[in-house]
């Protein structure tokens, strides 16, 4: 374990890449203050976290809610950064696309408020997503950083993921405003299907939807025809890498691979013969995606450690450890 690099703030601390990422930063000598919605029956285990090396010395948790952003104040409160992983998670049945933006966008515009409140946050390192950037009708095989996801285009699609990625695009674009409206040195994130073994107790959707042609088909199962991923790895580096680099600035794709769902049946027969594929998606027609470039963030010196193989490595692995394969 490094030295002391000072503290930093991490939201949604329960999370796939949320509790990844703070076991990545105690090992690397942070500090680090995360976030956690309110358990007023103390049921929930947080042991996955309060049990990492480092966490007795180096881990504070708040308790907080993006439903009201001012109680992030204690948590950001005396952090140098702060990245910003939480989403709002309590969708009702029915409820509108617009409701579900605007609690997205006060959740997100309140915590960078708090950020500016604190006079210690110098960076604020935002979790977007590949769904801000995938749905324009552009035609092309990669995306850069200019892309953004058309929102009426997407309201004509009507897909399952519509509120999700209608939400995700407007709300990138109302921190990024913010930000430059009040001096806040922001960097966004744009993390495609993110793959790899987790800490957190539950399965992630993605880590389910990656394992679909052994675990069974999903209602996403689409998205795998053509898909961008990153491993958990990787994708933390980057967070920590962007936070640190003095000419980091703006928008940057994170994404080291892009896989057919042909290459991913290929890829689980021949590795792992003992979960036959029950689901090949040979059925399924949709839109081929397109990948996502990270030439922006190779360019300032960035590097991917995983390949396709070692996500599904540590997914498949810590699936086995955790009972949801056997």
């Known amino acids: 374990m490094e030295g002391d690099k000072g503290t930093v703030c991490v939201t949604g601390g329960t999370g796939y890449v949320g509790s990844w990422l703070i076991k990545m930063l105690l090992e690397q000598g942070y500090s680090v203050h995360t976030t956690v919605r309110a358990d007023p029956g103390n049921k929930r285990d947080l042991s996955f976290l309060t049990s990492l090396p480092g966490a007795d010395k180096k881990l504070k948790i ?14 950001i409160e005396g952090c140098k950064g702060v990245f910003h992983v939480a989403a709002p998670i309590d969708f009702q049945v029915g409820e509108t696309e617009a409701v579900v933006t605007q609690r997205a966008i006060n959740g997100a515009l309140g ?11 110098k960076r604020v390192v935002f ?12 035609n092309v095989d990669m995306m850069d950083e200019s892309y953004w996801t058309d929102v009426d285009y997407l309201r004509e699609l009507n897909l399952n993921v519509s509120s999700y990625a209608i939400s995700k695009t407007l709300t990138e674009k109302a921190v990024i405003e913010f930000a430059a409206e009040h001096g806040l040195d922001l960097l966004t994130v744009i993390p495609p299907m993110v793959v790899g073994p987790f800490i957190c107790p539950k ?6 939807l990656a394992l679909a ?58 590795n792992y013969p003992e979960y036959p594929v029950i ?14 470039s990270s030439k922006k963030l190779l360019d300032l010196g960035f590097k991917f450690n995983c390949g396709v193989k070692d996500m599904h490595d540590g997914a ?11």
């Open 111 to 121: 915590i960078l408020k708090s950020c500016l409140r604190s006079k210690t946050v």
């Open 62 to 75: 708040f308790t907080a809610d993006l439903s009201c952003p001012e109680s992030f104040d204690a948590a």
């Open 213 to 270: 042609p052994i675990l069974g088909g999903t209602d996403d199962d689409s998205l795998l025809l053509n898909a961008a991923m990153v491993h958990i790895d990787d994708l933390s580096r980057a967070f920590i890498f962007l936070l640190e680099h003095p000419d980091a600035k703006g928008r940057y794709n994170c994404s080291s691979d892009t896989v057919t769902i042909g290459k991913i049946v290929e890829l689980l027969s021949a």
């Open 316 to 326: 498949i692995k810590c699936c086995k450890e955790k009972g949801f394969l056997w």
């Open 127 to 138: 979790t977007s997503s590949i769904a801000a950037v995938y749905f324009n009708n552009k």
């Open 279 to 292: 689901h090949s998606l040979a059925e399924f027609e949709g839109t081929r995606m397109p990948g996502l």
């Open 203 to 208: 399965m992630q959707n993605t880590v389910r």
